[in-house]
């Protein structure tokens, strides 16, 4: 059975740094989009970071020039890499990976900032 399984999240201080990975396993079929999403206490989901199959990344407001999304391809794996982390970081955070008729989530993985 094809999934995403993330992980790497905790509890971290205001201005510390986690790295979360999303690692696909069984026949995760051919993907153009792999991102990261988040849903905040109350809030609705959102996405943070997403890269394309050639590489072009994109970023949402919040976390620019504070997280950086990358892939290694020969692992399948997709990483978020957050610094700076603020209170309003905290989130469960999930990965999305989508192709032209296939979509994959994860459970996600919990963050939380907090002193």
């Known amino acids: 059975q094809e999934q995403l399984k993330e992980s790497g999240g905790g509890l971290v201080q205001p201005g510390g740094s986690l790295r979360l990975s999303c690692t696909a396993s069984?026949?995760?079929?051919?993907?153009?989009?792999q991102a990261w999403y988040r849903q905040g206490p109350g809030k609705q989901r959102e996405l943070v970071a997403s890269?394309?199959?050639?590489?072009?990344?994109n970023y949402a407001d919040s976390g620019l020039g504070r997280f950086t999304i990358s892939r290694d391809s020969d692992k399948n794996t997709v990483y978020l890499q957050m610094t700076d982390l603020k209170p309003e970081d905290t989130a469960v955070y999930y990965c999305?990976?989508?192709?032209?008729?296939?979509?994959?989530w994860g459970l996600g993985t919990q963050v939380t900032v907090s002193s």
């Open positions: 999305h990976w989508m192709g032209q008729a296939v979509a994959y």
């Open positions: 069984g026949s995760i079929s051919r993907v153009n989009i």
């Open positions: 890269i394309y199959d050639g590489g072009t990344t």
